[in-house]
T-cell receptor
């Protein structure tokens, strides 16, 4: 199965450290999205890419957060100087461009971040 | 702005009971509406969708009808199974950004 894969699945870090998550989308999916989900809440949009271009960033994405998608394939989400409030599940999703107008996204299983 | 509101959970039902999970939305224009489901230990997956008013989405025995007049998209199933236990998310998509806006999720527990 070549679904969306995320790595690592779990990350425990100390406050102030930097962390990086990786997402490998479904092959040939043009669009890639990052969401954040906290306990008891629905996923919140962070940012998305169309190929290598980052087209939109949420106001939730402070300057400590940066995302890249070099070459339009995998993506990384880096959080610098982590804070306890960053503890959450970080979800990646992808979609082919033809589905982009219908909102059908394919999600990975997420990367859980715990900041101590 | 655009938003989605779901009924609070958890919803606990016995097997074969009738299920309704309420969802209402606020949006400008004509959004598409979705139900996503998250089974324990798995990623979010699309359950069903409706792209215009009065459309009915259906899948795996679940149904939801896009009601523009009441801005609602309630999820229903006539007879739930233990395997339906999961968290259900209502979502809307507006515009061409592919940005889904989710409700807070409703946990369904089905007991044998």
């Amino acid at each position: 199965d070549t679904g969306v894969s995320q790595d690592p699945r779990h990350k425990i870090t100390k406050r102030g450290q930097n962390v990086t998550f990786r997402c490998d989308p479904i092959s040939e999916h043009n669009r890639l999205y990052w969401y954040r989900q906290t306990l008891g809440q629905g996923p919140e949009f962070l940012t998305y890419f169309q190929n290598e271009a980052q087209l939109e960033k949420s106001r939730l994405l402070s300057d400590r957060f940066s995302a890249e998608r070099p070459k339009g394939s995998f993506s990384t989400l880096e959080i610098q100087r982590t804070e306890q409030g960053d503890s959450a599940m970080y979800l990646c999703a992808s979609s082919p461009l033809r589905e982009a107008t219908t909102g059908e996204l394919f999600f990975g299983e997420g990367s859980r971040l715990t900041v101590l | 702005g655009n938003s989605v509101t779901q009924m609070e959970g958890p919803v606990t039902l016995s097997e074969e009971a009738f299920l309704t999970i309420n969802c209402t939305y606020t949006a400008t224009g004509y959004p598409s509406l979705f139900w996503y489901v998250q089974y324990p230990g798995e990623g979010l997956q699309l359950l069903l969708k409706a792209t215009k008013a009065d459309d009915k989405g259906s899948n795996k025995g679940f149904e939801a009808t896009y009601r523009k007049e009441t801005t609602s998209f309630h999820l229903e199933k006539g007879s739930v199974q233990v395997s339906d236990s999961a968290v259900y998310f209502c979502a809307l998509y507006s515009g061409n950004t592919g940005k889904l806006i989710f409700g807070q999720g409703t946990t369904l527990q089905v007991k044998p």
